[in-house]
Nanobody
């Protein structure tokens, strides 16, 4: 059974930073892409970043590129999302998800962690 557990969300002032963590279990972590998504009410779920297991590339949405950094520690089965220069529009529930590539359906999801950015 695949399991993903997010943590690290919280309340932060605009311009501040947070680091989200996603701990995975139940699958061969290094063989899977791990994506970070966010969702707010009334909005489409957005993939903000993804770490590919196939080619090692890191992907970012245009809205976070240059501010967020995804990384992974395969020994700890953990992927991180370092979020810098946070903006109020970054407020969302952030989820991590796993699939064999960054551009598939991501059937395995975590429970989400709330990020709230105030100005």
């Amino acid at each position: 059974e695949k399991q993903l557990v997010e943590s690290g969300g919280g309340l932060v002032q605009a311009g501040g930073s947070l680091r989200l963590s996603c701990v995975a279990s139940g699958f061969t972590f290094e063989d899977y892409a791990i994506g970070w998504f966010r969702q707010t009410p009334g909005r489409e779920r957005e993939q903000v970043s993804c770490s590919s297991s196939i080619d090692g590339r890191l992907h970012y949405s245009s809205s976070v590129k240059g501010r967020f950094t995804i990384s992974r520690d395969n020994a700890k089965n953990t992927v991180y999302l370092q979020m810098n220069n946070l903006k109020p529009e970054d407020t969302a529930v952030y989820y991590c998800a796993a699939d064999v590539s960054c551009f598939l359906s991501f059937d395995s999801w975590g429970q989400g962690t709330q990020v709230t950015v105030f100005s």
